[in-house]
């Protein structure tokens, strides 16, 4: 079941006081709408009665998908406490897939991947020869992300990214399957094993730890 408490909340243009729905769990298996408002983001807009503005109200919260077996875990300040390791303890033993996650962009691309059924070892793999490739001195990449399955009009399957660089228009890129069909299938499920951070925590940073502090992240 999905956890939603109702919490007061004051607008900050009018004072006016309001209930806002604050989704600590959505569970997409049983609350199948809930995935669309994750997608849209608007889970966590706030529209006051009052005087009708709107504001962004953003609160950790966990995704789980009990059909796919994964749980992702969104944190504002994107560090997990203490506490919360016994909770996704329950899950991992369960055989569940576990991530954390620190923006609203990562947890949508995590989505994407694994209802593909990909790795998102492998993903990052494919983003990094992007980075490199896309990367210009005037020019530098500021974000890539999986978008899709896709096929091109040969009907050839492959997977979608979108790449974005400073002052430039965001660019679209595709590995078409064949070629990549051996590294997705050699590619480690996991980074490390549970309850190492390194499980939990798939991205950039933790894969290319080098690359990563030279690019100054
Ligand atoms: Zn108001």
Request: proline share 5%; with cysteine.
């Amino acid at each position: 079941m999905s956890k939603i408490l109702t919490q007061r909340v004051k607008c900050n243009q009018c004072d006016n006081e309001d209930d806002f729905p604050v989704h600590h769990s959505v569970n997409v298996s049983l609350d199948p709408d809930l995935k669309e408002r994750v997608f849209k983001k608007d889970l966590f807009n706030f529209s006051c009665d009052t005087c009708g503005c709107n504001a962004i109200i953003l609160h950790d919260f966990l995704y789980h998908d009990m059909k796919n077996k994964f749980i992702i875990q969104y944190l504002t300040k994107g560090q997990l406490t203490p506490e919360m390791t016994p909770g996704l303890a329950l899950f991992a033993e369960q055989g569940y897939k576990i991530r954390v996650v620190g923006n609203l962009n990562d947890l949508i691309e995590k989505i994407l991947i694994f209802d593909q059924g990909l790795k998102d070892t492998a993903i990052e793999v494919l983003k990094a020869t992007i980075m490199a490739k896309e990367d210009e001195k005037d020019k530098p990449v500021t974000s890539v992300y999986f978008a899709a399955k896709s096929k091109n009009d040969n009907g050839e399957e492959g997977l979608y990214f979108v790449a974005t660089r400073e002052k430039d228009e965001p660019k679209y890129l595709t590995f078409l399957m064949k070629d990549i069909k051996t590294h997705l299938e050699s590619a480690p499920e996991e980074l490390a094993k549970w309850p190492d951070p390194k499980s939990m925590i798939v991205n950039f940073k933790t894969m290319f730890p080098e690359d990563s502090e030279k690019k100054g992240e």
